[in-house]
Nanobody, 126 residues
Framework: QVQLVESGGGEVQPGGSLRLSCIVS????????VGWYRQGTGGQRDLVAE???????NYADSVKGRFTISRDNAKNTAYLQMNSLKPEDTDVYYC????????????????????WGQGTQVTVSS
């Protein structure tokens, strides 16, 4: 069974840093793409940063120059380095991955474009 587990959230003062991790367990063959989202105030999650299938990166304007997304496919792990944190960064952060894996029951090669982590709380306050 493929599972995404997030960690690294917590409480920091403004200007502090955190690094979020998203580790994939199971019979994963590759991480094809990854995105980090935060809950926001609307009805849908907001894209914070992503690595596309061709290896390019995109960032929300609000985090450019402060956040860095990275991926280590050999370790089946994605990261979000967050520096110069602001109170408005406070939110629940989710990782989403495009994965290629083999099923535990049939052993078939599969691809899922939308595997989600459980979310991790980031709080920035004085």
């Amino acid at each position: 069974q493929v599972q995404l587990v997030e960690s690294g959230g917590g409480e920091v003062q403004p200007g502090g840093s955190l690094r979020l991790s998203c580790i994939v367990s199971g019979s994963v063959l590759s991480i094809n793409a990854v995105g980090w989202y935060r809950q926001g105030t609307g009805g849908q999650r907001d894209l914070v940063a992503e690595i596309t299938t061709d290896g390019g990166t995109n960032y929300a304007d609000s985090v450019k120059g402060r956040f860095t997304i990275s991926r280590d496919n050999a370790k089946n792990t994605a990261y979000l380095q967050m520096n110069s944190l602001k109170p408005e960064d406070t939110d629940v952060y989710y990782c989403k991955m495009d994965l290629t894996y083999t099923t535990s029951d049939w052993g078939d090669k599969m691809r899922d474009f939308n595997y989600w982590g459980q979310g991790t709380q980031v709080t920035v306050s004085s």
